[in-house]
């Protein structure tokens, strides 16, 4: 095609307006779907759940949407769909209504599937819009992108304090109102492929026949971020899930005391989430995800054995230190595979889902057996596998 050659050589601007309107769609995503793990505990007085049924449920959420973002990643890139994000933000505006309103565990575990379809739109899609606007600062971008998603899953535990927690489980729908705002929003970031993003795509597949690594190393690569994965995640869903019942468990906090704790250490994570992507366009992506899944060791280790104060602050600096790799991950795995930006960006975050959705899942089954406490001290050897990062391939060309 003779007309991309003069434009694929044109470096390409930083849209910013587009990179910051994904990212709030992010954050309204996410701040929704953030409200199921924030409502265990109510959950689980109301409907007399146990822990492993807490597990299960996370199980469906985070499964539904680890089995299908690399699927519609990959359809994506290739069909592309502009206004797919609206689509998603329905789903899981539909899925809260029917929350709000479930009385027993099945019609529980139909609607978070719905919040995970939503999810398993937003990502991919998401993720590769951000990339098109990105420009020479990919780094930047997606870090943006994903502390907008950090942002709306801290705030959620907050919303739940003052808003479900206090107004009772019905309350749940009143934020699928803001699945509207996001369907809104989102309807204008479809427009703008329309117009420029299409363009921006097809320049990007054409570099990306000369720019693409050998196969070999792109598959050693992704491998081992899989493994990286595994230790990230696994060790953040013990805190993303089941922070709350260990607080309230060791130290006797009430339920509103531990959301705020909560709270505390999702905002810590959103910080760590907007250093890893810039400071990864500066020294290489691998030296980002070197540093922080090895960085958390020595917290991860004391954390069981520590007062409260000291917990609340070393969790949180964990969370920081650890929420810096994934932006890293995520441009790193789009730099190895870039004519397959949105399916790369769909099988991390799917990966991400998948591997927290089964460790939740068995983390629930051993804190019923040996207690939340025992779980912790378990989890605080995960960030040893980090070693692995010292094998990953420097992409930096």
Same mark, same amino acid.
């Given at each position: 095609?003779?007309?991309?050659?003069?434009?694929?050589?044109?470096?390409?601007?930083?849209?910013?307006?587009?990179?910051?309107?994904v990212?709030?769609?992010?954050?309204?995503?996410?701040?929704?779907?953030?409200?199921?793990?924030?409502?265990?505990?109510?959950?689980?007085?109301?409907?007399?759940?146990?822990?492993?049924?807490?597990?299960?449920i996370?199980?469906?959420?985070q499964?539904t949407?680890?089995?299908?973002?690399?699927?519609?990643?990959?359809?994506t890139?290739?069909?592309?769909?502009?206004?797919?994000?609206?689509?998603?933000?329905?789903?899981?505006?539909?899925?809260l209504?029917? #929350? /709000?309103? @479930?009385?027993?565990f $099945?019609?529980?575990?139909?609607? &978070? =599937? +719905?919040?995970? !379809?939503?999810?398993?739109?937003?990502?991919?899609?998401?993720?590769?819009i951000?990339?098109?606007?990105?420009?020479?600062?990919?780094?930047?971008?997606?870090?943006?992108?994903?502390?907008?998603?950090?942002?709306?899953?801290?705030?959620?535990?907050?919303?739940?304090?003052?808003?479900?927690?206090?107004?009772?489980?019905v309350?749940?729908?009143?934020?699928?109102?803001?699945?509207?705002?996001?369907?809104?929003l989102l309807?204008?970031?479809?427009?703008?492929?329309?117009?420029?993003?299409a363009?921006?795509?097809?320049?990007?597949?054409?570099?990306? #026949? /000369?720019? @693409?690594?050998?196969? $070999?190393?792109?598959?050693?690569? &992704? =491998? +081992?971020?899989? !493994?990286?994965?595994?230790?990230?995640?696994?060790?953040?869903?013990?805190?993303s899930?089941y922070?709350?019942?260990?607080?309230?468990?060791?130290?006797?906090?009430?339920?509103?005391?531990?959301?705020?704790s909560?709270?505390?250490?999702?905002?810590?994570?959103?910080?760590?989430?907007?250093?890893?992507g810039?400071?990864?366009?500066?020294?290489?992506?691998?030296?980002?995800?070197?540093?922080?899944i090895?960085?958390?060791?020595?917290?991860?280790?004391?954390?069981?054995?520590?007062?409260l104060?000291?917990?609340?602050?070393?969790?949180a600096?964990?969370?920081?230190?650890?929420?810096?790799?994934?932006?890293?991950?995520?441009?790193? =795995?789009?730099?190895?595979?870039?004519?397959?930006?949105?399916?790369?960006?769909?099988?991390l975050?799917?990966?991400?889902?998948?591997?927290?959705?089964?460790?939740?899942?068995?983390?629930?089954?051993?804190?019923?057996?040996?207690?939340?406490?025992?779980?912790y001290?378990?989890?605080?050897?995960?960030?040893?596998?980090?070693?692995?990062?010292f094998?990953?391939?420097?992409?930096?060309?």
């Amino acid at each position: 095609m003779p007309a991309q050659s003069p434009t694929a050589s044109i470096p390409e601007t930083t849209v910013t307006p587009v990179i910051f309107a994904v990212a709030l769609g992010h954050f309204l995503n996410d701040l929704m779907q953030s409200l199921i793990p924030a409502g265990y505990p109510l959950l689980k007085d109301n409907l007399d759940l146990s822990f492993t049924q807490i597990g299960l449920i996370t199980l469906v959420f985070q499964g539904t949407a680890s089995i299908l973002q690399p699927l519609i990643g990959l359809y994506t890139d290739k069909r592309p769909m502009p206004f797919a994000l609206s689509a998603g933000m329905a789903s899981t505006g539909i899925g809260l209504i029917l #929350l /709000a309103h @479930a009385t027993s565990f $099945g019609p529980v575990l139909l609607s &978070v =599937a +719905l919040i995970g !379809l939503g999810s398993s739109i937003c990502h991919p899609e998401s993720s590769r819009i951000v990339r098109l606007a990105a420009g020479m600062r990919p780094g930047f971008a997606q870090s943006v992108f994903q502390v907008g998603g950090n942002a709306g899953s801290a705030l959620g535990p907050l919303a739940a304090a003052c808003i479900v927690l206090e107004r009772g489980q019905v309350s749940i729908e009143w934020f699928a109102a803001v699945s509207l705002a996001g369907m809104a929003l989102l309807y204008f970031i479809g427009r703008w492929y329309q117009t420029a993003g299409a363009t921006r795509a097809a320049q990007r597949k054409a570099r990306a #026949l /000369a720019s @693409a690594p050998p196969p $070999g190393v792109a598959r050693r690569g &992704v =491998a +081992l971020l899989i !493994l990286l994965i595994f230790s990230k995640f696994v060790y953040s869903v013990s805190l993303s899930s089941y922070y709350n019942f260990y607080l309230i468990g060791r130290f006797g906090l009430s339920k509103a005391e531990a959301n705020l704790s909560l709270f505390v250490f999702l905002a810590a994570v959103a910080a760590g989430t907007i250093i890893g992507g810039p400071i990864g366009d500066r020294i290489g992506r691998r030296r980002v995800i070197l540093w922080s899944i090895l960085g958390i060791l020595p917290l991860s280790l004391s954390l069981p054995f520590l007062p409260l104060i000291p917990t609340i602050l070393v969790a949180a600096l964990a969370g920081l230190v650890l929420a810096s790799a994934f932006p890293a991950m995520v441009v790193y =795995a789009q730099d190895l595979m870039p004519h397959n930006i949105g399916m790369v960006a769909g099988l991390l975050f799917g990966l991400a889902f998948g591997i927290a959705a089964i460790g939740a899942a068995i983390l629930g089954v051993l804190a019923d057996h040996w207690g939340i406490v025992v779980v912790y001290q378990i989890c605080a050897f995960l960030p040893l596998l980090g070693l692995a990062a010292f094998l990953l391939p420097d992409t930096r060309h």
